[in-house]
Nanobody
Framework: QVQLVESGGGLLQAGGSLRLSCAAS????????MGWFRQAPGKERECVSA????????YYADSVKGRFAISRDNAKNTVYLQMNSLKPEDTAVYYC????????????????WGQGTQVTVSS
């Protein structure tokens, strides 16, 4: 079993920056792909970013390329999402996810989910 606990969400104005953190426990973290999904009201869950176990490969949704950066610290069992130049359309609940092996974008392929953290960007 894997437990994921997100932190770092909040309310801020457009153009600002925020860093989300996700602390993982329960299995070998370095062998797991990690990622971030988000879900806005009335919309489907979207894979925002993901990273493989050793950090070599990363994925970014087109909507966040150039603004968001994912990283991980395997020594701390933590994955981060640095979000810059935030826009009102980035407003959503952000979920940390984990799965064995390499990352994938469909939400049904991720085994473990955190409880979510709200990010609200005002215009």
């Amino acid at each position: 079993q894997v437990q994921l606990v997100e932190s770092g969400g909040g309310l801020l104005q457009a153009g600002g920056s925020l860093r989300l953190s996700c602390a993982a426990s329960g299995r070998t973290f370095s062998n797991s792909a990690m990622g971030w999904f988000r879900q806005a009201p009335g919309k489907e869950r979207e894979c925002v970013s993901a990273i493989n176990g050793r950090g070599g490969s990363r994925y970014y949704a087109d909507s966040v390329k150039g603004r968001f950066a994912i990283s991980r610290d395997n020594a701390k069992n933590t994955v981060y999402l640095q979000m810059n130049s935030l826009k009102p359309e980035d407003t959503a609940v952000y979920y940390c996810v984990a799965r064995p092996g390499v990352f994938a974008t469909p939400p049904q392929l991720w085994d473990y989910w955190g409880q979510g953290t709200q990010v609200t960007v005002s215009s």
